[in-house]
């Protein structure tokens, strides 16, 4: 019978026993070997620094999108929302009035806190299709709502929307991305 982890060479297995040993999954196991990456010494080649970035990497996004709610399906989005239909989601997407991050090829979560007591999130159309002009990723949206922002006097973009104080998001999304704003 073969495992995954038969296909490990012996260290590779030792890790991953260690991980298992201390029931380390998923996200833990990722923010744990990256602490454990940064304290080896400097990198000597440039494939050692490569490999490195990529470690750091590991786990960023859905560490990310686990922030406020985290990131869920269709289906639980539609539910947060109180409407009926998953279709009704796909339609929000497609009209701008929701984004989604691609998991995948073929599925989509939905950043939870995009739905605020039952409803969209005061602002978040209008927020949203200033960085759809700007041509931001999803994660990239992700970040801009969820990092404290200078311009908002430390602020997230995210908790100002909440207490609907759109206008100042809306004028922080026109000037995101510009260099020396």
């Not at 339609?91 to 984004?99: H, P, Q, T």
Request: charged fraction near 25%.
């Amino acid at each position: 019978m073969s495992t995954a982890l038969e296909k490990l060479d012996p260290q590779e297995q030792a890790i991953e026993a260690l991980l298992n040993g201390f029931n380390l999954h998923g996200l833990k196991a990722l923010r744990l070997l990256r602490r454990v990456a940064e304290r080896i010494g400097e990198a000597t080649s440039e494939e050692e620094a490569f490999e490195r970035v990529r470690l750091r990497s590991i786990g960023v996004a859905d560490e990310i999108l686990s922030q406020e709610g985290g990131a869920v399906s269709d289906a639980a989005f539609a539910k947060l929302l109180n409407v009926s239909s998953r279709q009704t989601i796909h339609n929000y997407r497609e009209a701008g009035k929701i984004f989604a991050v691609a998991r995948g090829e073929r599925n989509n979560v939905y950043p939870a806190w995009q739905v605020h007591d039952h409803r969209l999130l005061p602002g978040l159309t209008d927020v949203l299709g200033i960085l759809r002009e700007k041509r931001v990723s999803p994660l990239g949206k992700v970040l801009f709502f969820l990092t404290p922002a200078e311009a908002l006097a430390g602020e997230r973009p995210l908790d100002l929307l909440r207490r609907s104080v759109v206008d100042e998001v809306i004028l922080h999304a026109h000037r995101y991305g510009v260099i020396g704003s």
